[in-house]
């Protein structure tokens, strides 16, 4: 019984971090670069969801004002940081990102203090079937991030803009000549991205209410990693490594001994995908040309 | 073909050197009190951080986000080790010396199984392999028992003499100048910087590219590891939190800050932004002290934009502040035909040919082109 729990729990956060990674892979298939602030975005929604559940205790209200906030500052980032930037090496637009994660954590930090803030969006319990206790977050989470990805996939197979993505990832330079605006589509990007890291910061909250600078940097992380393995650039490898770390995450934090080791059990298994396939379980292999 | 003295090539041991005297003469006439001793402790650890992790990001072009962790493998290594040596050999010099030996080593085994991946990944890949590497160090101390690493607690380490730590620590950075200077300015270097520019190419002209990464990396390592083990003298007890992924960006900074590819920008910047952090520790307290990370962190942005974007390429090459001093000092115009190694120029190395500005060239008519003859044939 213990077991189906913990898989159900490790399904919804690997939902979750999957949700996270899908941000990271789409932002690194159609503008070849690592977010590195797209876990801070998180943290934004969190801080967001803060005030707002404080000042008008209307949760469904804070979360559509969480979304807009994170879309808004996935897009001034991507246009003042990230977009002088294009055509530049890939370094340098790393280490800009990097910039722009440390900016927003200690921008929050100043705003709000380092000291640890409590949200309860909402407290939806537990529901019992037969023997088994299951918390309702976990379900919600579960099935929200099923069907997000879901629309998510169908918005990139059947719409114009999601075909365009597809096309701006493949070659950029072939789809500028067919007139596909590549700089609107990067926008849309981060857009959606940053949307996916707002119902994040949800779902993050729900299962534990505390908040502070550095919230967003640990799941980031974490997603990032399943992007990585998974096969970054790839939408259903980012659900694959999403889901996978989740469950060896809670897998591996329910059993005492190895339960401090869990970050370092995690980053081991990418370490190891790695170095068997360099691209990730489901990364395209590209060839180098000359 | 006889080499030419030039001074520029060892500005920085001079001034190194020079500041370790006065600073040694200063000590010893006791101008120095405990916190600037300190002060210079630290400065002395980052200068041996930035330009180690400056040899692996400026000139081998690989981004390595744990150079932390091999900090703190340096750290709880050589502290163990000096503790367990105390006990027998007393606390002198030697203790300190085998410490540092033993713990630039197991960092430099480190950072050689972490350029291992470094062979099949590149780039972003790498970058976040070592960070997970620097998470899984991190872990693995955090673990360890109160017995054997100290644990969450953290391993207490030996005293050493405030009055000389940090003119160990100098001494430390002389030597590393020394060593990662004459391997940039060899054969050696110039293969490094060519791997740097295109893998493709360097692999194809016969460089040994594996050797070549496993090289630079267990050697930054080994740096890393050093200044882990003065940090564990100069404070008494090392806490693996302290090495954390901020603390990679940290060094990051300092490399990025004093422009890649440059030893000198690296000691600049490094031995700038720890005097103002610690400068500003004392003044800004509390919440306020992260108005210097916001700091850095724009100048982090802007630096990176000014120096990369495409856009501003003609404006850099207007504005910049090489040709300011050399106007200042009215100079003549550099000869493009002489090689400098040491400051190769990390923005203007194109690491592809681009096609498209290629393609799009319009062909110009000018007068030489419309008047053929002029420029003539005998």
Known sequence: MDFIITFLNGLSLGGVYALIALGYTMVYGIAKMLNFAHGDIIMVGGYVLFVFVGLTGEPILAIILAAFLCMLIGISMEKAAYKPLRGASPLAVLITAIGVSYFLQSLAQIIFGAAPKFVVIADLGTITLGSLVIPVYSIVTLVVSILIMIGLSLFIKFTKTGRAMIAVSEDKAAAQIMGINVNNIITVTFLIGSFLAAIASVFYLLKAPNISPTFGSKPGIKAFTAAVIGGIGSIPGAMLGGFLLGIVEVFSNSVPQIAPYTDAIEFLILIIILLVRPTGILGKKRREKV | ?378
Request: proline share 2%; aromatic share 8%.
């Open chain 2, 1 to 378: 073909m006889k080499k030419k003295f030039k001074i520029k090539h060892f500005i920085n041991y001079i001034v190194v050197g020079a500041a370790t005297i006065i600073f040694t003469i200063l000590n010893s006439v006791g101008v120095l009190g405990l916190s600037e001793q300190f002060l210079l402790e630290k400065i002395a650890i980052s200068i041996i951080l930035a330009v180690s992790l400056g040899l692996v990001v400026g000139f081998l072009g690989e981004l390595s986000l744990g150079h932390a962790g091999f900090m703190c493998i340096g750290a709880y290594i050589g502290g163990k080790v000096a503790s367990l040596l105390s006990e027998s050999m007393g606390n002198g010099f030697l203790t300190l010396i085998i410490a540092l030996a033993v713990g630039g080593l197991s960092a430099a085994v480190a950072g050689a199984i972490i350029g291992l991946p470094a062979l099949r990944l590149k780039g972003d890949y790498l970058a976040i392999v070592t960070l997970a590497f620097g998470e899984i160090v991190k872990t693995l101390f955090l673990n360890s028992s109160e017995e054997t690493f100290g644990g969450p607690i953290g391993l207490e380490t030996p005293r050493y003499d405030r009055n000389s730590l940090f003119i160990i620590g100098f001494v430390v950075v002389l030597i590393m100048l020394a060593v990662i200077q004459n391997l940039i300015r060899s054969k050696h270097g110039r293969a490094i910087t060519s791997i740097r520019d295109s893998e493709i190419a360097a692999r194809a002209t016969g460089i040994n590219v594996t050797k070549y990464k496993l090289l630079v990396f267990a050697l930054s390592a080994f740096f890393a590891g050093i200044a882990g083990v003065l940090f564990s003298y100069s404070n008494y007890r090392v806490q693996c939190t302290k090495f954390d992924y901020n603390y990679s960006i940290e060094i990051l900074v300092m490399v990025v800050l004093g422009g890649m590819g440059s030893v000198n920008g690296s000691i600049i910047a490094a031995s700038l932004i720890t005097f103002l952090q610690i400068q500003l520790a004392s003044i800004l307290t509390g919440d306020l002290a992260v108005l210097q990370n916001i700091f850095y962190a724009l100048v982090l942005i802007l630096i990176v934009i000014y120096n990369n974007a495409p856009a501003l390429k003609g404006f850099r090459e207007k504005h910049n502040l090489k040709s300011f001093i050399s106007k200042l000092f009215k100079k003549k115009k550099e000869d493009p035909s002489e090689v400098r190694d040491d400051e190769a120029k990390w923005d203007r190395v194109p690491t592809k040919i681009n096609m498209d500005e290629l393609l799009s060239m319009d062909i110009k008519v000018t007068e030489s082109t419309m008047k053929p003859d002029k420029g003539g044939k005998e």
